[in-house]
C-alpha cells in the first residue's frame, strides 16, 4: 500500500527534474563545485536546500536576517532563471540583486533594455519551495513570463 503513494511523488520528482530550468539549475550549482566534493550527488540531493516544506517554513522564525547559504541559493535560482531565457531566447538576461540585512529586495532580469522580471522580495530567509515539482513550476513560469515579454518588445529586448 506505501509503494502506491510513493511511485506517484517519484515520477513527480522525476519529470521535474527533467525540466529546462532544472537543468539549468543543476548545471549552475555543479559549477560552483570547485574541488568536486559534489561530483558523484545525485541532483536531489544538490537542490535538498531548495526544498522547505511547511513545518519547516514554520519553525524559522517570521522576522530573521537571511543566511549567506541562503542568499547564495536565491542568487543560484535567479542565474539560472537568466540563463534558461538565454537558452530559450538566445538573448543574454542578466539578474540584478539588491537583498537589505533584514531579508527584504528587489530582483530584475534585463534583456538588452528591456526589464523581463521585476519582483519585490521578502521573508527571503525562509526562502524554498514545497517540492522538486513546485520549484520547476515556478522557475519555468518566471522564464514564460519573460520570454513572453521579450516576445512583445522584441526590439526592446534586442537593443
Not at 535538498?48 to 517554513?57: L, N, P, S, Y
Not at 538566445?90 to 534585463?110: D, Q
Not at 522580471?117 to 519573460?146: C, I, N, P
Not at 520570454?147 to 512583445?152: G, H
Request: hydrophobic share 45%.
Amino acid at each position: 500500500m506505501a509503494d502506491a503513494a510513493v511511485i506517484p511523488a517519484v515520477k513527480e520528482t522525476q519529470a521535474a527534474l527533467a525540466t529546462s530550468f532544472i537543468k539549468c539549475l543543476v548545471r549552475l550549482l555543479r559549477a560552483q563545485d570547485s574541488y568536486g566534493s559534489w561530483e558523484g550527488k545525485p541532483d536531489t540531493e544538490l537542490l535538498a536546500d531548495f526544498i522547505v516544506t511547511k513545518e519547516q517554513r514554520r519553525e524559522i522564525p517570521i522576522i530573521g536576517d537571511p543566511d549567506p547559504d541562503v542568499l547564495w541559493r536565491l542568487d543560484i535560482y535567479y542565474a539560472a532563471v537568466g540563463l534558461a531565457i538565454e537558452e530559450r531566447a538566445g538573448l543574454m538576461a542578466s539578474p540584478i540583486m539588491n537583498i537589505g540585512h533584514e531579508g527584504f529586495g528587489r530582483v530584475l532580469l534585463t534583456a538588452g533594455r528591456l526589464v523581463v522580471l521585476s519582483k519585490t522580495l521578502r521573508d527571503v530567509h525562509r526562502f524554498g519551495f514545497e517540492s522538486f515539482q513546485k520549484l520547476a513550476e515556478a522557475g519555468t513560469r518566471l522564464v514564460d513570463d519573460a520570454i513572453a515579454a521579450m516576445e512583445t518588445y522584441p526590439d526592446a529586448a534586442r537593443a
